[in-house]
């Protein structure tokens, strides 16, 4: 056990599905997984292990921002040898993207300075595994869905008061705005395992204002297209 997380070790398979939201957790963990078990509930964070098609999966929240998906992640991966971790989560959309719109980060830009005593000076690009990428392209395209696959803006601040910082990542190719993905691939990386970050977008961004948007509700329960991909992705690793 470790202080976040009352798991045994064994309660929790190789592959971790995280949302940020423990509720989605539990959501998924019902909805899709056969005979779930709960591994955890430290602080709220809902952890489940179950089946998916025959194959044994864990889904477990992180929460919001690096510094939180950085705490569960790193135990999961340090402590109960999860070796492959994907963010099932949302993000605010850079136009032309819509509502409801699926994507899968291929590298994460961040305006954090969370690693920068790691790296001392050096920017780091933290990007997906190749391998889940491509898995999970191909587990939309089979369901007659067309993800956005590229970089994205993992962000510090939710609330941005100076406009530039988001509109010049946007300049510069970046699909969507959200806080964690940067983390997620920085300690997958140094930890020899395999992660991806795949979003459903929740809200519309343009500068710092949001625009249209989901209800908390909607984010919990309607992401079901973004949800079936990442379990298809992670039966086929």
Do not use: W
Not at 123 to 139: G, K, M
């Amino acid at each position: 056990m470790t202080p976040h997380n009352s798991a045994k070790k064994g309660d929790i398979a190789p592959t971790v599905l995280m949302p940020g939201d423990p509720l989605r957790a539990k959501h998924i963990a019902e909805t899709y997984f056969e005979n779930p078990v709960c591994f955890n509930e430290v602080r709220g964070m809902l952890g489940y292990t179950g089946t998916y098609k025959g194959v044994r999966l864990s889904v477990m929240g992180h929460g919001m921002g690096m510094p939180s998906v950085a705490i569960y992640a790193t135990e999961l991966m340090r402590f109960y040898e999860v070796k492959t971790l994907i963010r099932v989560g949302s993000c605010g959309g850079f136009p032309p993207l819509r509502l409801r719109d699926i994507v899968i980060a291929m590298s994460a830009s961040t305006d954090s300075a969370m690693f920068d005593a790691t790296f001392k000076g050096a920017h780091y690009a933290p990007t997906a595994d190749f391998a889940l990428l491509r898995r999970a392209v191909a587990a939309a395209e089979a369901k007659g869905i067309q993800p956005h696959v590229g970089p994205v803006f993992c962000s510090d601040t939710f609330y941005h008061t100076e406009p530039d910082i988001p509109m010049a990542l946007q300049a510069h190719g970046c699909l969507a705005a959200e806080m964690e993905s940067a983390a997620l691939y920085t300690l997958a990386a140094r930890h020899g395992c395999r992660a991806l970050a795949m979003m459903t977008v929740s809200d519309l961004v343009e500068g710092n204002q949001v625009g249209e948007e989901t209800t908390p509700e909607e984010r919990q329960r309607t992401f079901g297209d973004m949800m079936e991909i990442a379990l298809e992705t992670a039966i086929s690793v």
